[in-house]
């Protein structure tokens, strides 16, 4: 069982940078996929940013491409996504979630992954 703890939400003016963390507990970090998502009220949960195992493979969704930035630290069981360029369009509820036994199609799909973190909140003022 892997518990997951965002970090890092706030409130940001647009063209500013915001860094979320999410950090894990129990299981075998190393064992598992990290993505990204957020759901913004009245929306979907949409794919945010992927990155595999080892942090070489790092896929991200297009509304987010040249301005956000996943990476992984094993030794401290982090995650990271670092945001710049915000815009009021990024104002959503970032959530971690982690996935074992994984597919490429798994990852933009919200319904595939095992564990999610309670989210976090994130604000773009226009």
């Known amino acids: 069982q892997v518990q997951l703890v965002e970090s890092g939400g706030g409130l940001v003016q647009a063209g500013g940078s915001l860094s979320l963390s999410c950090t894990a507990s129990?299981?075998?970090?190393?064992?598992?996929?990290i993505s990204w998502f957020r759901q913004a009220p009245g929306k979907e949960r949409e794919f945010v940013a992927f990155v595999g195992f080892s942090g070489a493979g790092r896929y991200y969704g297009d509304s987010v491409k040249g301005r956000f930035t996943i990476s992984r630290d094993n030794a401290k069981n982090t995650v990271y996504l670092q945001m710049s360029g915000l815009e009021a369009e990024d104002t959503a509820v970032y959530y971690c979630?982690?996935?074992?036994?994984?597919?490429?199609?798994?990852?933009?799909?919200?319904?595939?992954?095992?564990?999610w973190g309670q989210g976090t909140q994130v604000t773009v003022s226009s």
């Open positions: 979630a982690a996935k074992g036994q994984f597919t490429m199609r798994d990852m933009p799909d919200a319904g595939a992954y095992e564990y």
């Open positions: 129990g299981g075998t970090f190393g064992d598992h996929v």
